[in-house]
């Protein structure tokens, strides 16, 4: 027995799907560290309030985000993976490449034109206020920005299998943004202006690097008008799944605001970064599955995707389990590392966020292969329904404390709903 459990770990550590997973893991690691850095620089230089207004400054560029990148960091790396082994994979590199980037440019300038015909209306979706300085819109729109075209480069190398380059163009940026964050280290907007449109630079010059490595292959106007229509087709429900999940940030946040003040907004936004900052783990660890169970899935290997997704969920739950018991045994000398003893408040609330880490790993580890083996909005179905269960437990919500509490609960429910619906996704593929 023991001989075989050896044989297994040492086929799996020696597999290029393990070792994807695990330096993307590593890479994820040194990302949260840059993220926990950046919080710590405006918890100790800008406070509590700064923190607040770093926040929503976030959720409501991602919320923008979402709308411009119009699915395509799903859409992209679905497709170039079912390429992966064809003859001509570097023409279908090159105008999918291309149908994203006139995607992504279309959605970026219908959001700059319902700005400028709609502020108001714009200010109060995004911030729910009518009128907005123009230094904080433009910050929001240069942040939307920076995470629109970074994520493309990703999705571009994920796609394609490149995870040694996805790895280092990752860290590259996130190494960027922390060392910009420090130089404009006491002005929130300054600081999101400075770093993210260094980052928004330093991806589109990538970007340009690989179409240039590209420019012999020719586009041709056919493939190109249907990677268009396939990418737009299936990534607007994508949007929509990204668009609800960031909306299900955001609002708390505004209620919070409505009902309490900037700093209450400042204190739950700490509670839930730490752990939000470590589910990223999960997130592109997960998107290596995305990749890998495209491929598998267009050549109908689906045990074989039963079996290696049923091995990561054992592997997502014994780390997030982990990671949630180091988050609360530690949670106050954490809050005074990451931000500042003014963070205390954050300290009781910061339990309920924790235990979200566990279902939030299961879900986040369903989101991209849902969308490998299924054109159906399964997630967005999943992001609704647990928002609606938010949205009313809010409603109820006297303190902060049960604000958290509402989040805890709304994930377990969107954890339960990813995996019943990938089990009946996986059920319909082994009978059709």
């Known amino acids: 027995m023991n001989s075989r459990i050896r044989d297994t770990y040492k086929r ?73 082994k064809s003859a001509h994979r570097l023409v279908f590199h090159k105008n999918l490449l291309v149908a994203s980037l006139l995607i992504v440019g279309g959605y970026l300038a219908l959001t700059i034109l319902l700005y400028v015909l709609f502020p108001n209306t714009f200010s109060q979706l995004l911030f729910q206020q009518d009128t907005l300085a123009e230094y904080l819109v433009l910050a929001t729109f240069i942040f939307s920005f920076g995470e629109v ?43 999101v202006i400075g770093s993210y449109a260094v980052l928004a630079t330093f991806s589109a010059f990538v970007v340009l ?7 012999k292959i020719p586009i041709e106007r056919r493939l190109l008008k249907r990677s268009i229509t396939t990418m737009f087709s299936y990534g607007s429900s994508r949007m929509g799944y ?15 605001l409505y009902r309490f003040n900037m700093d209450s907004v400042g204190l739950y936004s700490a509670a839930l970064s730490i752990p939000l900052a470590i589910s990223p783990i999960f997130v592109f660890t997960g998107g290596v599955f995305l990749q890998r169970v495209s491929s598998l899935y267009k ?38 590392l990451f931000y500042s003893r003014a963070f205390d408040g954050a300290v009781k ?41 938010l949205l009313a437990l809010l409603s ?19 954890a339960v709903l990813s995996f019943a619906f990938w089990n009946l996704q996986i059920k319909k593929s082994l009978t059709s």
Do not use: W
């Open 12 to 84: 799996a550590r020696t597999s290029q799907l393990g070792k994807d997973v695990f330096y993307v893991f590593m890479a994820q690691a040194m990302i949260m560290v840059c993220v926990f850095c950046i919080n710590k620089i405006i918890g100790v230089f800008i406070g509590v309030a700064g923190f607040g207004l770093f926040s929503l400054i976030k959720r409501a560029g991602g919320v923008l985000c979402a709308v411009q990148k119009g699915g395509v960091s799903i859409a992209l790396p679905r497709y170039l993976a079912r390429f992966d």
């Open 149 to 191: 075209i970074s994520s493309l480069m990703y999705s571009f190398f994920q796609g394609k299998g490149d995870f040694k380059q996805y790895n280092i163009v990752r860290i590259t940026g996130n190494l960027f943004c922390l060392a910009f964050s420090f130089i404009f280290r006491y002005n929130v907007v300054a600081l």
């Open 209 to 215: 690097i690989e179409l240039k490595k590209l420019n």
């Open 242 to 256: 990204e668009l609800v999940s960031l909306l299900r940030d955001v609002l708390p946040l505004s209620i919070i």
């Open 299 to 336: 050549e109908r290997k689906i045990y074989a995707i039963r079996k290696v997704m049923n091995r990561v969920l054992l592997l997502f739950l014994v780390i997030a389990v982990l990671g949630t018991l180091f988050l609360i045994a530690l949670r106050r000398p954490l809050m005074h």
């Open 349 to 389: 609330m910061s339990i309920f966020f924790s235990l979200s880490l566990v279902p939030r790993a299961v879900y986040l580890l369903y989101q991209n292969p849902l969308d490998a083996i299924s054109t159906k909005p399964y997630n967005l179905i999943a992001v609704i329904l647990s928002t609606i269960v």
């Open 396 to 414: 109820f919500s006297t303190t902060l404390i049960h604000c958290a509490l509402a989040y805890l609960v709304s994930s377990i429910a969107m």
